[in-house]
């Protein structure tokens, strides 16, 4: 049997692993490079910890997926006498255990020693890893887990497509990346790895940035949608046929050696696993130990969801658990889970099959595409990205103009998520609205409500995605500075009101309500129907659609939304004769919608199979 190199013991340096050093080694002394030598000093003597997200290895996983038997250890290291011990992890292990059996004694030395070491498992065994007892300072370099395979490795040629728009210190700090650590980091994936940067905003230096292997590609500004598309084709028709892409966003950082571990798990696949989407996890850009997601599933209610509970990635036991969650039978049964397309590679056959995307320009094109399809959904520690957690990100124009009518579309067009209720959804966020006066962002939904009504021959035309999200954009809810806000409730005569003694402890929190309070807030949706009433005083709010602080809006007058994070605010007043106007236009849709959504369905689905063609997508492209 044969042996194949899967992963480098991995240690960078970036803000990430700076502020998070345990992602990657959990020390009792200091981790730094040296440059000049190309590795790594373990500066002081004392044990350093490599069971960790990035430096364990993942047996229970490759041992399902791969053709993958035996595994083994490869260290070179120099300096002080050392002690390596493997470790393992269970289910129920808090902490890394050692292996008594495998071990090794390294003497002092300043040359580089080559230790080998062939790892033990069972079938309890989730992750492997090993720790390094050090006498004094020992420099670390060209380590690596490899693994002995039955069966020939797949023949893989690579492609990481990514879309930008106006993003150029992300993307070009990738492109960079990319050019140092994977074209010339003189592995296997260096010679069957392309890139393509679809440039909706046209701002990057294509000759400055282009090069064999990379290759920038002005767009249209047609969304994340017709971005990826754009790389889909690109891939197919490239010299040398891509079998398979990477989808990756543009403000995202990205450890290549996740890619690297992409591509070498691509190769190794069981046959019956060729076909799957290996899915990237989601870390916080700003808390660079916190996952948020890995894969995510549609609800029964019509929101998107993340498959797994937000994980610690510092944290033994939350590595462990990453790797032995299952999703629930009902989530299972449903088949409405995806990966998003901040990390997700995706075999080409599987477009052939199923299509290319929906032009939908942002939010559910990549949901829906891992629902049409189907796949399994092989996720794994260390594949990953950082990106900025989505309450920093909240855009009204996202959230209820785009998600409103593309769930939709998608649901029509492609059966997407047939178990979950986007009416309710479409329900539940006008009512969250209203009771809180945000009339802006509840006509977003009924915008986004009546171009869905509009069938499919509006979706398809050129330029009419990215026409509605810019329309959408505009109309959204007006925020300004704390400065104009505070100057507006001064104007309003909100005495009290000072926003420099305001906290996030009182924009997030909450008060009780009576039994009586309840009961009038679902009569009168915050006293805007039946009893009105004007309201008195003022409440502060976060910005983000879905909260309901019920009890701190109840009967107030002006409530004050508050984003934080990016330091604006609006203030929104009680207007009844504005709410009986969008719930009269509400009821209204809702009577063409029952009338009409039967013939819209037959529409939308018959649409199907130009609006997922190479042929319709060219022209909308302007690639023809």
Known sequence: MSRFKFANVLLERNPRSLSYPSLYCRADGTVIEDKADDSWLLCDKGEYDFCTYFNSLSVQKLKKYTNATRFFLHLELKGAAAHVQQTEGGVFSAHPEPVAAVTAEVPASKEWQTIDLELQSNDDTVLVGFTITTEGQVAIHNSYYAVEYVNELHPVEFVLSTTTFKKESFIENNIRLVKEQILGSGEEIADHFTMYVIDNGRTLDSEKLSDEHVHIRPNQNVGGAGGFTRGMIEAMEQKVPATNILLMDDDVAVSPESIKRTYNLLRLLKPEYTNAMISGAMLNYEIGEDQWEDTGYMTPEGSFAPAKPNLRMTLFQDVVYNETFKVSRKVEEDKQRYAAWWYCCIPMNVIRENGLPLPVFVRCD??????????????????????????????????????????????????????????????????????????????????????????????????????????????????????????????????????????????????????????????????????????????????????????????KKYLIVIDWYNKKGAIRVKDSKRYAAITKRYERDLKYYKKNIDRLRKEYSSARAELTSVKYWKQYLDMD
Not at 393 to 409: D, S
Not at 451 to 475: T, V
Not at 526 to 555: D, M
């Open 366 to 555: 990549d949901a829906e595409y891992g629902v049409r399809c189907g796949k399994e959904l092989i996720t794994m520690n260390g594949l990953c990205i950082w990106h900025m957690s989505f309450h920093v990100r909240y855009n009204a124009a996202v959230e209820r103009y785009q998600t409103t009518r593309n769930t939709m579309i998608a649901q029509c067009t492609t059966g997407f998520a047939p178990h979950s209720d986007f009416m309710h959804e479409l329900h539940n966020n006008i009512r969250l609205e209203l009771k809180k006066f945000g009339y802006a962002n509840a006509e977003l939904c009924l915008d986004a409500f009546e171009d869905f009504l509009k069938g499919p021959k509006f979706i398809s035309q050129k330029g009419a995605a990215e026409a509605s999200f810019m329309r959408a954009n505009k109309n959204k809810e007006k925020m300004f500075s704390f400065d104009e806000v505070q100057q507006q409730a001064d104007d309003l005569g909100l005495d009290g009101f000072e926003l420099s003694e305001i906290d996030r402890q009182l924009v997030d929190g909450d008060k009780p309500r009576t039994l009586i309070q309840r009961l009038q807030d679902y009569a009168t949706n915050n006293g805007q129907r039946i009893l009105k009433s004007e309201g008195k005083g003022y409440a502060v709010i976060p910005v983000l659609g879905w909260t309901y602080p019920a009890g701190a809006i109840h009967n």
